[in-house]
Nanobody, 121 residues
Framework: QVQLVESGGDLVQVGGSLRLSCAASGSIVSINAMGWYRQAPGKQRELVAS???????NYADSVKGRFTISRDNAKNTVRLQMNSLKPDDTAVYYC???????????????WGQGTQVTVSS
């Protein structure tokens, strides 16, 4: 089995900062990409940021310059530093990993259970 466990969600005021963390564990051979998605009430889940095993990053336009994604390949963790938070950033944030498992051919996507981020004005 594989588990992705997120932490760091909280209630924060406009302009504040939060750091989300996600740790992947289980029968993992390798992790290709890791990323963060978010889903606000009544909206579709959207990509916030992603990072490859080589460190290449991709950000949604709405968070560029405010959010920074990083990962520790040795620890199978990914973090999202969120600065200058806005009310529109309020959502459940989900960790995602594209990874290979022991004994299973191919790479597949796995999701965490989500962590709530609320930005209060």
């Amino acid at each position: 089995q594989v588990q992705l466990v997120e932490s760091g969600g909280d209630l924060v005021q406009v302009g504040g900062s939060l750091r989300l963390s996600c740790a992947a564990s289980g029968s993992i051979v390798s992790i290709n990409a890791m990323g963060w998605y978010r889903q606000a009430p009544g909206k579709q889940r959207e990509l916030v940021a992603s990072i490859t095993s080589g460190g290449s990053t991709n950000y949604a336009d709405s968070v560029k310059g405010r959010f920074t994604i990083s990962r520790d390949n040795a620890k199978n963790t990914v973090r999202l530093q969120m600065n200058s938070l806005k009310p529109d950033d309020t959502a459940v944030y989900y960790c995602n990993a594209i990874l290979r498992r022991v004994g299973i051919p191919g790479a597949y996507a796995y999701w965490g259970q989500g962590t709530q981020v609320t930005v209060s004005s």
